[in-house]
């Protein structure tokens, strides 16, 4: 009877506890929280795991929590007082230095022209190879077949500081960062031209900038220095959400209430769109896409200036031009003028939809237009990879060979979407680089 009375004495006092602390308590602690907007009733257990996160458990499931989202007096009724909150933070910040430390030491800190990068997170512009052989190694790295598990079809890129232990005929996976490209002679005695890849050198702790190794940044130029071509590499963290920057690419309006054209593969599989024009940045809508012309059509809330879609045939040796934002790493954000010819009236083994130009294109270049001496579009740039890969019978990329998605396979494009309405193609009434120039936009993709 009288640990009857007792159990009961400390149940009610347990109530009274609660009611103080403006909670319902039963058994161990407090039974009932709110985390946001939403409230977790019978709580069966609490406690630390993994990552200073509580976990809550409660009938038929559980939730977690960092430390500091949850009430101090909810800790404590479960025994996690401060004493033991300051022991979990400790051993978060033990271990996220040794997890720095085995990163550092297994290299994941790479340097590429004065840039630090951490390859763990995510990097703009990097390109994933997998599974890939090596098949020469050259006084500059190692040529290396890009075509994975296929012996029989060679599309050879140059791979920049590849580990000394990388032997020809190994098979490989790595990330690299394009590099321009390398001139060789092959065993044929034949002069090549191929894609480069940097890799990066593996940097040691003094060399890694305070952001990157405090994980503000995903890369950064260290403090003090002073190379340009590191500055203009660095140049890509003043664009919005820099860290989550997956792919960056041209484009222009081709309506003056915001319908925008790029290339399908630009914003293939994107989350997020925006559009970068001057100093203003636009979120954008994908309204359509086709991956079998690579063409896609945007929509841009605003009023700009459009370019004409030219209905006439080209002239094989017309003069064009474009106007882009290629390797926004190496060369900033400000839209960049090449020009040339046109040199096939098909592409790519005579492919009727596209046009072979002379056009010095880059990857960031995809999507732009191809325009005439009056500014009107001819077509649209495209860099496919898979370009690349149908050269594989001649071993090399030769230069200037670049191809542009036909005007007239872009107004069957539009067809589809009626509302679509691109102005008529005329002379411009003004200079026609700052006619396009006004038009064209970077694409960001996230």
Same mark, same amino acid.
């Given at each position: 009877?009288?640990?009857?009375?007792?159990?009961?004495?400390?149940?009610?006092?347990?109530?009274?506890?609660?009611?103080?602390?403006?909670?319902? +308590?039963?058994?161990?602690?407090?039974?009932?929280?709110?985390?946001?907007? !939403?409230?977790?009733?019978?709580?069966?257990?609490?406690?630390?795991?993994?990552?200073?996160?509580?976990?809550?458990? @409660?009938?038929?499931? *559980?939730?977690?929590?960092?430390?500091?989202?949850?009430?101090?007096?909810?800790? *404590?009724?479960?025994?996690?007082?401060?004493?033991?909150?300051?022991? $979990?933070?400790?051993?978060?910040?033990?271990?996220?230095?040794?997890?720095?430390?085995?990163?550092?030491?297994?290299?994941?800190?790479?340097?590429? !022209?004065?840039?630090?990068? /951490?390859?763990?997170?995510?990097?703009?512009?990097?390109?994933? @190879?997998?599974?890939?052989?090596?098949?020469?190694?050259?006084?500059?790295?190692?040529?290396?077949?890009?075509?994975?598990? %296929? /012996?029989?079809?060679?599309?050879?890129?140059?791979?920049?500081?590849? &580990?000394?232990?990388?032997?020809?005929?190994?098979?490989?996976?790595?990330?690299?960062? &394009?590099?321009?490209?390398?001139?060789?002679?092959?065993?044929?005695?034949?002069?090549?031209?191929?894609?480069?890849?940097?890799?990066?050198?593996?940097?040691?702790?003094?060399?890694? #900038?305070?952001?990157?190794?405090?994980? $503000?940044?995903?890369? /950064?130029?260290?403090?003090?220095?002073?190379?340009?071509?590191?500055?203009?590499?660095?140049?890509?963290?003043?664009?919005?959400?820099?860290?989550?920057?997956?792919?960056?690419?041209?484009?222009? @309006?081709?309506?003056? /209430?915001?319908?925008?054209?790029?290339?399908? !593969?630009?914003?293939?599989?994107? !989350?997020?769109?925006?559009?970068?024009?001057?100093?203003?940045?636009?979120?954008?809508?994908?309204?359509?896409?086709?991956?079998?012309?690579?063409?896609?059509?945007?929509?841009?809330? *605003?009023?700009?200036?459009?370019?004409?879609?030219?209905? =006439?045939?080209? %002239?094989?040796?017309?003069?064009? @031009?474009?106007?882009?934002? #290629?390797?926004?790493?190496?060369?900033?954000?400000?839209?960049?003028?090449? %020009?040339?010819?046109?040199?096939?009236?098909?592409?790519?083994? %005579?492919?009727?939809?596209?046009?072979?130009?002379?056009?010095?294109?880059?990857?960031?270049?995809?999507?732009?237009?191809?325009?005439? +001496? =009056?500014?009107?579009?001819?077509?649209?740039?495209?860099?496919?990879?898979?370009?690349?890969? $149908?050269?594989?019978?001649?071993?090399?990329? #030769?230069?200037?060979?670049?191809?542009?998605?036909?005007?007239?396979?872009?107004?069957?494009?539009?067809?589809?979407?009626?509302?679509?309405? #691109?102005?008529?193609?005329?002379?411009?009434?003004? &200079?026609?680089?700052?006619?396009?120039?006004? +038009?064209?936009?970077?694409?960001?993709?996230?």
């Amino acid at each position: 009877m009288g640990r009857f009375i007792v159990g009961r004495m400390r149940a009610l006092l347990s109530l009274v506890c609660a009611a103080t602390l403006g909670q319902v +308590a039963w058994g161990e602690g407090i039974t009932q929280v709110t985390l946001g907007n !939403h409230t977790y009733t019978n709580i069966s257990k609490v406690y630390i795991g993994a990552g200073n996160r509580v976990i809550i458990l @409660f009938p038929g499931g *559980g939730t977690s929590a960092m430390l500091d989202k949850l009430p101090q007096d909810f800790l *404590g009724s479960w025994g996690i007082g401060q004493d033991k909150q300051a022991a $979990a933070n400790t051993a978060v910040e033990e271990q996220a230095a040794k997890n720095l430390d085995r990163a550092i030491q297994s290299g994941c800190f790479r340097k590429v !022209h004065g840039v630090v990068f /951490d390859t763990r997170k995510q990097q703009s512009g990097w390109v994933m @190879f997998q599974n890939v052989k090596v098949y020469q190694i050259v006084t500059d790295g190692a040529l290396v077949n890009s075509t994975p598990n %296929d /012996d029989s079809t060679i599309v050879p890129i140059l791979v920049r500081n590849l &580990p000394a232990t990388v032997g020809d005929s190994d098979y490989i996976s790595f990330v690299g960062l &394009p590099d321009g490209t390398y001139s060789y002679e092959n065993k044929r005695g034949d002069d090549r031209v191929v894609r480069a890849y940097d890799v990066g050198q593996i940097c040691d702790r003094s060399e890694i #900038p305070e952001s990157v190794l405090s994980g $503000a940044r995903a890369y /950064d130029v260290p403090v003090g220095r002073n190379d340009r071509e590191a500055m203009a590499r660095d140049v890509v963290a003043s664009l919005p959400e820099s860290e989550d920057l997956a792919v960056s690419g041209s484009g222009f @309006f081709i309506t003056e /209430d915001g319908y925008f054209i790029t290339n399908a !593969h630009v914003v293939k599989n994107a !989350h997020r769109v925006k559009i970068k024009q001057s100093g203003n940045v636009l979120p954008a809508v994908v309204v359509r896409e086709d991956a079998l012309d690579d063409l896609a059509l945007l929509k841009v809330a *605003g009023n700009f200036k459009p370019l004409g879609i030219a209905t =006439n045939e080209v %002239d094989l040796g017309q003069a064009v @031009f474009t106007i882009g934002f #290629p390797d926004i790493r190496l060369q900033g954000t400000e839209p960049k003028y090449t %020009d040339g010819k046109i040199s096939s009236l098909n592409g790519l083994k %005579d492919d009727p939809t596209e046009y072979q130009i002379s056009v010095p294109v880059q990857p960031g270049n995809s999507g732009g237009p191809l325009v005439d +001496a =009056n500014g009107n579009v001819e077509g649209v740039i495209v860099a496919r990879l898979n370009d690349f890969a $149908a050269l594989a019978s001649v071993g090399s990329l #030769p230069q200037n060979v670049n191809y542009a998605i036909k005007s007239s396979v872009l107004t069957a494009f539009l067809r589809q979407t009626p509302e679509v309405k #691109p102005p008529v193609a005329v002379w411009p009434g003004g &200079p026609a680089v700052q006619t396009v120039k006004q +038009a064209v936009a970077m694409v960001l993709v996230y």
